[in-house]
Nanobody, 126 residues
Framework: QVQLVESGGGLVQAGGSLTLSCAAS????????MGWFRQAPGKEREFVGG???????YYADSVKGRFTISRDNAKNTANLQMNTLKPEDTAVYYC????????????????????WGQGTQVTVSS
């Protein structure tokens, strides 16, 4: 069983930055693709970004150029650096792990991920 724990959420003003971290118990961590999703109130969970061992990173158009995904395989962590935040970025952010062999094709799909964290709230005030 893989456990994922997000941290780093909070309240920030528009234009500000936050970095989310995801600590994973996966072994070996390097074999898992890691993705970030978010869910705003009343909306469906949506893909934010992801990366695996052979390709990516991949980003949703809405965050491209503002968000950056990174991972540290030695520390079993994945990070989401969020810059130039907008009120519409307000959501609960989830990290997820995928063992898919077709990640480069299905990275944006919720069903591609086997394991999920509990989520961390990000609120961007205008």
């Amino acid at each position: 069983q893989v456990q994922l724990v997000e941290s780093g959420g909070g309240l920030v003003q528009a234009g500000g930055s936050l970095t989310l971290s995801c600590a994973a118990s996966a072994r070996p961590f390097s074999r898992f693709a890691m993705g970030w999703f978010r869910q705003a109130p009343g909306k469906e969970r949506e893909f934010v970004g992801g990366m695996d061992w052979s390709g990516g990173p991949y980003y949703a158009d809405s965050v491209k150029g503002r968000f950056t995904i990174s991972r540290d395989n030695a520390k079993n962590t994945a990070n989401l650096q969020m810059n130039t935040l907008k009120p519409e970025d307000t959501a609960v952010y989830y990290c997820a792990a995928s063992y898919s062999h077709y990640y480069h094709l299905n990275y944006y799909q919720i069903g591609a991920y086997e394991y999920w964290g509990q989520g961390t709230q990000v609120t961007v005030s205008s």
